[in-house]
């Protein structure tokens, strides 16, 4: 079974800098596709950005120019740096790891992190 756990949310104020971490541990085969998504109060979960194993890289048009994906394949983690935030960005992170064999795909959620930004 894979574990993932973020941390790294909090509260800041308008125009300021947040980081996630995310980190994959436990029975890892091969994990492709990384990403963060996020869900705020009485709306779906959306897409925030995506990594995959090869480092390419796509966001939500909401965040382009703002957030950063990246990732440490030696470690199973991937990182958010979101700047410039905006009310709007107010939401619980999740992350979402995708592991893909020929027969197989899994993805595994981490639990979320609060993100709040106050205007």
């Known amino acids: 079974q894979v574990r993932v756990m973020e941390s790294g949310g909090g509260l800041v104020q308008t125009g300021g800098s947040l980081r996630l971490s995310c980190t994959a541990s436990?029975?890892?085969?091969?994990?492709?596709?990384m990403g963060w998504y996020r869900q705020a109060p009485g709306k779906q979960r959306e897409l925030v950005a995506g990594?995959?194993?090869?480092?390419?890289?796509n966001y939500a048009d909401s965040v382009k120019g703002r957030f950063t994906i990246s990732r440490d394949n030696t470690d199973n983690t991937v990182y958010l740096q979101m700047n410039s935030l905006k009310p709007e960005d107010t939401a619980v992170y999740y992350c979402?790891?995708?592991?893909?064999?020929?027969?197989?795909?899994?993805?595994?959620w981490g639990r979320g992190t609060q993100v709040t930004v106050s205007s």
């Open positions: 990594i995959t194993s090869s480092g390419s890289t």
């Open positions: 436990g029975r890892i085969f091969s994990i492709n596709a």
């Open positions: 979402k790891v995708s592991e893909i064999t020929a027969t197989r795909w899994d993805d595994y």
